[in-house]
């Protein structure tokens, strides 16, 4: 009789990729309203149907293997396309137009796979998408330019927003980026940043000005690809989430560099009863966060 193929958990595999995208299983146990046990029940049942481990430590960051990586690329596209036939089959016959707004790190990492899993359950929908900053993001809501946006969670709120939770504030810079040649010598930390005003960069000064580490803006940018390229080429330090990070970066360890917490993300909406189809992304877009 021949041997019956694995068959993976899909909320074993939610709570794995959720982990990782977090940064911790016990973020993840609280986000997906589990005891840290259950969590490391999952990932153990998870590695030995593997048959490999799928993370390591490494400092306070958690690091995929090799074969977490594989594991990872897998458990999203099949938590993708189980979302998608949920959708699906939930919404048959949705037509209209969507009007969606996303803040620009959301839009580099989550737009394509959102766009191609909600165009796929609906394809009687046009969506239009706009990326920028917050501010602007939040305006567009205010005045009806937007139906539904994606945006950091700061001082500014609309009428309709619900919080997503948040994500790990991280410094990043270059792989070969020394620190110590700032920090130990008492240099001021180069630092790149969006224009003022920028939530991050207001965070990121202040978290250096609370341990006296002197810095200086090298590097401006009205986009984050601009900021990306200036951290590959070595000109300093940013401070973001690991949202749509580039590979060839690396997150620094925050044993000379202050802990900077977290950020919140935000969902609008235009108005209370958005139309179905708004409704609809809403719901893909939780479900991207909250795994449920």
Same mark, same amino acid.
């Given at each position: =009789?021949?041997?019956?193929?694995?068959?993976?958990?899909?909320?074993?595999?939610?709570?794995?990729?959720?982990?990782?995208?977090?940064?911790?299983?016990?973020?993840?146990?609280?986000?997906?309203?589990?005891?840290?046990?259950?969590?490391?029940?999952?990932?153990?049942?998870?590695?030995?149907?593997?048959?490999?481990?799928l993370v390591q430590k490494s400092g306070r960051h958690l690091v995929l293997t090799a074969q977490g990586?594989? =594991?990872l690329a897998y458990a999203r596209r099949l938590m993708s396309l189980n979302d998608e036939a949920y959708?699906?089959?939930?919404?048959?016959?949705?037509?209209?137009?969507?009007?969606?707004?996303?803040?620009?790190d959301f839009g580099e990492s989550l737009l394509p796979s959102l766009l191609g899993q909600f165009s796929?359950?609906?394809?009687?929908?046009?969506?239009?998408?706009?990326?920028?900053?917050?501010?602007?993001?939040?305006?567009?809501?205010?005045?009806?330019?937007?139906?539904?946006?994606?945006?950091?969670?700061?001082?500014?709120?609309?009428?309709?927003?619900?919080?997503?939770?948040?994500?790990?504030?991280?410094?990043?810079?270059?792989?070969?980026?020394?620190?110590?040649?700032?920090?130990?010598?008492?240099?001021?930390?180069?630092?790149?940043?969006?224009?003022?005003?920028?939530? =991050?960069?207001?965070?990121?000064?202040?978290?250096?000005?609370?341990?006296?580490?002197?810095?200086?803006?090298?590097?401006?940018?009205?986009?984050?690809?601009?900021?990306?390229?200036?951290?590959?080429?070595?000109?300093?330090?940013?401070?973001?989430?690991?949202?749509? =990070?580039?590979?060839?970066?690396?997150?620094?360890?925050?044993?000379?560099?202050?802990?900077?917490?977290?950020?919140?993300?935000?969902?609008?909406?235009?108005?209370?009863?958005?139309?179905?189809?708004?409704?609809?992304?809403?719901?893909?877009?939780?479900?991207?966060?909250?795994?449920?």
């Amino acid at each position: =009789m021949a041997k019956r193929p694995v068959t993976f958990d899909a909320e074993t595999l939610r709570t794995f990729v959720t982990g990782i995208e977090l940064g911790s299983f016990a973020a993840a146990a609280e986000r997906l309203g589990r005891s840290t046990s259950a969590v490391s029940a999952q990932l153990k049942k998870l590695e030995q149907q593997a048959g490999a481990a799928l993370v390591q430590k490494s400092g306070r960051h958690l690091v995929l293997t090799a074969q977490g990586e594989m =594991m990872l690329a897998y458990a999203r596209r099949l938590m993708s396309l189980n979302d998608e036939a949920y959708q699906a089959v939930k919404s048959v016959g949705i037509r209209g137009e969507v009007r969606l707004g996303l803040q620009e790190d959301f839009g580099e990492s989550l737009l394509p796979s959102l766009l191609g899993q909600f165009s796929r359950a609906h394809p009687d929908v046009q969506v239009s998408a706009t990326v920028t900053r917050n501010k602007p993001l939040l305006d567009a809501i205010r005045h009806n330019e937007l139906d539904v946006a994606l945006s950091w969670q700061g001082d500014e709120s609309t009428a309709y927003s619900e919080s997503l939770g948040s994500l790990p504030l991280c410094w990043i810079g270059a792989k070969d980026f020394d620190i110590g040649a700032f920090i130990d010598l008492n240099r001021p930390l180069p630092l790149l940043v969006f224009e003022a005003p920028c939530l =991050m960069r207001s965070a990121a000064t202040a978290a250096l000005d609370s341990m006296n580490i002197p810095w200086r803006i090298a590097f401006t940018s009205r986009s984050l690809s601009g900021i990306w390229a200036a951290a590959a080429a070595g000109l300093g330090m940013t401070l973001r989430t690991q949202t749509g =990070m580039p590979s060839s970066l690396a997150i620094f360890d925050q044993q000379k560099l202050p802990d900077t917490g977290a950020i919140g993300v935000c969902l609008h909406q235009s108005e209370k009863n958005v139309s179905a189809a708004a409704a609809s992304l809403c719901q893909m877009i939780k479900t991207h966060f909250h795994g449920t």
